[in-house]
Structure formats: structure tokens, C-alpha cells
């Protein structure tokens, strides 16, 4: 089933650089409490730069991450890929999720490229969606 929802984006300028949100449009009826965990991956920039940011093939890369994982969880319904921020040292990828260990099953099944991908993983449970709602709200979601 193809995702028809909408994406909106934000930016911060700040000291230290420009910050990206890419925020989905949810349902208004969204049940965040049927995707009550959320998973965060930061993908820390690999560049050796002061200012960090991104090389041209380190943005292609997340961008072939981002696909990869996103086709293999929408095909399985568990996640759904909710905000990613491009702050100037790392990407944010924040997955609403029914199951983290499907979650990690299909980040571990994933072939890899070659090289790993540089990515951390946080989680924290959130079943009324209060860490999106607070970001949607901020931007008039």
C-alpha cells in the first residue's frame, strides 16, 4: 500500500548551522497508542570537517538507508518512519513502532552496504505520540 501522507518541512537557523525537520502529516485520528514505541537513529556524520556536515556521498547513503528501511517496514506494517531532523552534525531518523524487535529484525536482516551504516539507536516508549505531537503542534500540524 502506498503512503499518501505528506511530508512538511521546518528549519532552524542557529550558531552552529542549519536545522531540518521533515515532519509526516498524520491522520488527525492517528492511533499513536497502536505504535506506542519510538525508536530514534542518528546517523552521526562521518566527516572530519570542524562544522560538520554531510559529504555528497554521505547524503546519498542516508538517503539509500532511508528508502531500504522504510520499504521494508511499511511492507511489513509494524513502523511508520514519523520525523527525520538534519541537524549540522547528524541525521534523526524517529520511528513510531507496534514492535521493536520486528523493528531491529528488519535493520539486522537488511544487507548492508560497504560499509556499516554509522547509526545509534534510542528508544523510549510513547504511546500518546507526545514527543510528535509536541513538534507537529510547534510547526501548526
Given at each position: 500500500?502506498?503512503?499518501?501522507?505528506?511530508?512538511?518541512?521546518a528549519e532552524h537557523r542557529a550558531e552552529d548551522?542549519?536545522?531540518l525537520m521533515r515532519i509526516k502529516r498524520l491522520e488527525r485520528d492517528f492511533d499513536f497508542r497502536a505504535y506506542p514505541e519510538r525508536l530514534n537513529l542518528i546517523w552521526a556524520y562521518q566527516d572530519d570537517r570542524s562544522v560538520g556536515t554531510a559529504s555528497p556521498d554521505e547524503l546519498q547513503a542516508m538517503q539509500r538507508f532511508e528508502d531500504r528501511v522504510c520499504e521494508r517496514i511499511e511492507a511489513a506494517g509494524h513502523s511508520v518512519l514519523a520525523i527525520v531532523f538534519t541537524e549540522p552534525d547528524h541525521r534523526e531518523y524517529v520511528f513510531l513502532?507496534?514492535?521493536v524487535n520486528a523493528f531491529v529484525g528488519v535493520l539486522n536482516a537488511m544487507p548492508q552496504e560497504a560499509h556499516p551504516y554509522p547509526i545509534e539507536?534510542?528508544?523510549?516508549?510513547?504511546?500518546n505520540g507526545e514527543f510528535y505531537r509536541s513538534f507537529a503542534e510547534a510547526i501548526g500540524l
Open positions: 500500500m502506498e503512503d499518501t501522507r505528506g511530508w512538511t518541512l548551522g542549519l536545522s513502532s507496534r514492535d539507536i534510542d528508544h523510549e516508549s510513547d504511546p
